[in-house]
């Protein structure tokens, strides 16, 4: 049935009553000056958002061989911050191409990383192949001026707009192309929410203890992030897990955005929770230091050098019943708790619960929290 006169004038009235929230502007700029401006720190590529260039310097090169012959360029978007600075939003692997050919580039996330001073060597250009093994300073003045003076589009978020569609917009933009982790994509866009919960989220994965806890993830899973995207669902399922029901992103993004929220929907103690992770990752750290959510081996008789997200679920959150019942510097207690764990997960029933598919859903997580809740009272 189509829609009566009246319900398109309001929904005409909901659209625009958004776009009264919005505030953009578009200017034309060329590579020299966001070359400059990031120099001079009025261009904020963010720490976490610059580990995310992954462009190879064929693809690099080429998109400097496109800059040479004019081709179109898609639009760059940034956000406006305080005293008219831009934070980008999208476009880092362009711009990450053009000032690692003017050596300005820090990636030390690469194998092997660039350091600020290194020119990108191009290579794998294909329409011009002249240009492979050259860098910027074999190009002769006039293809250098060109390269500078080579425009782009920039579109321009205003301050005053909602923070909310700024996070939708830098969300949306950022879902295809680049293929990011669901944790590197929060981290870029929830910051622009309000970046005080996403940076208490790195905060707590550099926690020593932690990170010894943790020490057994490979180096490709802390590059995408998997440790901050732990420390979240630790807080996420502590707080909130009655909300989990299948989706574990969504329901860990749900949550992100409800503290996030500069509406304040969602109370987050931040003095609160720091020190019951800390309690937390301090008694694991003492208790099983690496091997904390290590599994059995195949005979089930030691654990594995290995990581289980189902263990590091199932007994961060079954510890926390009696956290303020274990004293860290009780070398006794922190002893029988080590000893605890350990029978917990050499018990085949708790094997059962952590091995094989269909372990992600809300009742076989609260049943295995149960488990080690159980096991961790009687010991006690």
Same mark, same amino acid.
């Given at each position: 049935?189509?829609?009566?006169?009246?319900?398109?004038?309001?929904?005409?009235?909901?659209?625009?009553?958004?776009?009264?929230?919005?505030?953009?502007?578009?200017?034309?700029?060329?590579?020299?000056?966001?070359?400059?401006?990031?120099?001079?720190?009025?261009?904020?590529?963010?720490?976490?958002?610059?580990?995310?260039?992954?462009?190879?310097?064929?693809?690099?090169?080429?998109?400097?061989?496109?800059? &040479?012959?004019?081709?179109?360029?898609?639009?760059?978007?940034?956000?406006?911050?305080?005293?008219?600075?831009?934070?980008?939003?999208?476009?880092?692997?362009?711009?990450?191409?053009?000032?690692?050919?003017?050596?300005?580039?820090?990636?030390?996330?690469?194998?092997?990383?660039?350091?600020?001073?290194?020119?990108?060597?191009?290579?794998?250009?294909?329409?011009?192949?002249?240009?492979?093994?050259?860098?910027?300073?074999?190009?002769?003045?006039?293809?250098?001026?060109?390269?500078?003076?080579?425009?782009?589009?920039?579109?321009?978020?205003?301050?005053?707009?909602?923070?909310?569609?700024?996070?939708?917009?830098?969300?949306? #933009?950022?879902?295809?192309?680049?293929?990011?982790?669901?944790?590197?994509?929060?981290?870029?866009?929830?910051?622009?929410?309000?970046?005080?919960?996403?940076?208490?989220?790195?905060?707590?994965?550099?926690?020593?203890?932690?990170?010894?806890?943790?020490?057994? #993830?490979?180096?490709?899973?802390?590059?995408?992030?998997?440790?901050?995207? &732990?420390?979240?669902?630790?807080?996420?399922?502590?707080?909130?897990?009655?909300?989990?029901?299948?989706?574990?992103?969504?329901?860990?993004?749900?949550?992100?955005?409800?503290?996030?929220?500069?509406?304040?929907?969602?109370?987050?103690?931040?003095?609160?929770?720091?020190?019951?992770?800390?309690?937390?990752?301090?008694? &694991?750290?003492?208790?099983?230091?690496?091997?904390?959510?290590?599994?059995?081996?195949?005979?089930?008789?030691?654990?594995?050098?290995?990581?289980?997200?189902?263990?590091?679920?199932?007994?961060?959150?079954?510890?926390?019943?009696?956290?303020?019942?274990?004293?860290?510097?009780?070398?006794?207690?922190?002893?029988?708790?080590?000893?605890?764990?350990?029978?917990?997960?050499?018990?085949?029933?708790?094997?059962? #619960?952590?091995?094989?598919?269909?372990?992600?859903?809300?009742?076989?997580?609260?049943?295995?929290?149960?488990?080690?809740?159980?096991?961790?009272?009687?010991? #006690?």
């Amino acid at each position: 049935m189509a829609a009566t006169d009246e319900q398109v004038v309001e929904l005409i009235k909901a659209i625009d009553g958004k776009l009264e929230k919005v505030h953009t502007q578009s200017l034309d700029l060329s590579f020299n000056e966001l070359l400059d401006m990031h120099r001079s720190n009025e261009l904020d590529i963010s720490p976490e958002y610059q580990r995310l260039f992954q462009w190879t310097e064929g693809a690099q090169s080429r998109f400097i061989e496109s800059l &040479l012959l004019e081709m179109p360029v898609p639009p760059i978007y940034v956000v406006e911050q305080d005293e008219g600075r831009y934070m980008l939003i999208d476009g880092l692997q362009r711009i990450s191409s053009y000032l690692h050919l003017r050596g300005q580039l820090t990636a030390m996330h690469l194998d092997p990383p660039i350091s600020p001073g290194e020119k990108l060597t191009l290579s794998e250009c294909d329409i011009v192949e002249e240009l492979n093994g050259k860098t910027f300073d074999d190009l002769g003045t006039a293809l250098q001026i060109r390269l500078k003076r080579a425009f782009v589009r920039v579109e321009v978020v205003r301050k005053g707009s909602d923070p909310r569609f700024k996070y939708h917009m830098f969300k949306r #933009l950022n879902t295809g192309g680049q293929i990011l982790t669901s944790q590197q994509l929060r981290n870029c866009t929830i910051r622009l929410l309000d970046p005080t919960f996403n940076d208490f989220i790195i905060t707590m994965s550099r926690d020593t203890s932690f990170k010894t806890c943790t020490d057994t #993830l490979t180096s490709e899973r802390i590059l995408g992030a998997f440790d901050q995207e &732990l420390v979240l669902r630790f807080f996420a399922m502590k707080n909130d897990r009655t909300r989990f029901k299948h989706d574990l992103d969504d329901f860990m993004t749900e949550y992100m955005e409800q503290v996030s929220d500069p509406t304040g929907k969602v109370f987050f103690d931040y003095a609160e929770e720091e020190k019951k992770f800390l309690r937390t990752f301090s008694l &694991l750290d003492k208790a099983l230091g690496d091997k904390a959510f290590a599994f059995a081996n195949s005979d089930r008789t030691r654990l594995a050098r290995s990581f289980s997200v189902y263990h590091f679920e199932s007994i961060t959150l079954g510890m926390q019943a009696a956290l303020d019942r274990i004293d860290p510097n009780d070398g006794a207690g922190v002893s029988k708790l080590g000893t605890t764990l350990m029978a917990i997960k050499l018990d085949p029933d708790f094997i059962k #619960l952590t091995t094989g598919g269909g372990k992600n859903s809300s009742g076989q997580l609260a049943e295995r929290v149960r488990f080690v809740e159980e096991r961790i009272e009687a010991t #006690l």
